[in-house]
T-cell receptor, first 114, second 112 residues
């Protein structure tokens, strides 16, 4: 069964610290993996997108890595800010032309405190 | 610079009532989607559309209907609302040739 799992479920860190969020997936075949940020009461916003041939992708203080062999991805946040408090969702797409073969993870809830 | 607009933002329905969730996008995207998000769960695809006049079922279509008469609009219809349809509903769109989806702010629906 195609699944996307994320860990930890929730995380609290101090402002200025770094953190890493994990995503494991069993989706096959694999087309691409995306990380989204979802602020409370808002829709998800895309942070990064990686295909199977890409190992890393950065967007400012956000860096995503992908290991297609082990089916794992991570999102590293550097020098966290209060505005980073949000849910981070890992999304994995199967066949490129199958728009319904998109699996959303449950998200990791990040709280950045002063 | 509107992007994807959903209305209403909040709604309370009684069991058995019907309603339409509106979604419109001004980016001329071919693809549009409806998802529901339940607490602690990943978004689930209800319906999607690859262009005007073309719609298809997603993972959880039962109890919902959609139409796509124009590129801009993709309304979601709930017939005979049930408590199991209490959720947050998100509409999204994406342009041809990319997997990046742009989401609306969501509609929070409670069925009591």
């Amino acid at each position: 069964k195609n699944q996307v799992e994320q860990s930890p479920q929730s995380l609290i860190i101090l402002e200025g610290k770094n953190c890493t969020l994990q995503c494991n997936y069993t989706v096959s075949p694999f087309s691409n993996l995306r990380w989204y940020k979802q602020d409370t009461g808002r829709g998800p916003v895309s942070l990064t997108i990686m295909t199977f041939s890409e190992n890393t992708k950065s967007n400012g203080r956000y860096t995503a890595t992908l290991d297609a062999d082990t089916k794992q991805s991570s999102l590293h946040i550097t020098a966290s800010q209060l505005s980073d408090s949000a849910s981070y969702i890992c999304v994995v797409s199967g066949l490129k032309t199958s728009y319904d073969k998109v699996i959303f993870g449950p998200g990791t809830s990040l709280s950045v405190i002063p | 610079n509107a992007g994807v607009t959903q209305t209403p933002k909040f709604r309370i329905l009684k069991i058995g009532q019907s309603m339409t969730l509106q979604c419109t996008q001004d980016m001329n995207h071919n693809y549009m989607y409806w998802y529901r998000q339940d607490p602690g769960m990943g978004l689930k695809l209800i319906y999607y559309s690859v262009g005007a006049g073309i719609t298809d079922k997603g993972e959880v279509p039962n109890g919902y209907n959609v139409s796509r008469s124009t590129t801009e609009d993709f309304p979601l219809r709930l017939e005979l609302a049930a408590p199991s349809q209490t959720s947050v509903y998100f509409c999204a769109s994406s342009p041809l040739g990319t997997a990046i989806q742009y989401f609306g702010a969501g509609t929070r629906l409670s069925v009591l």
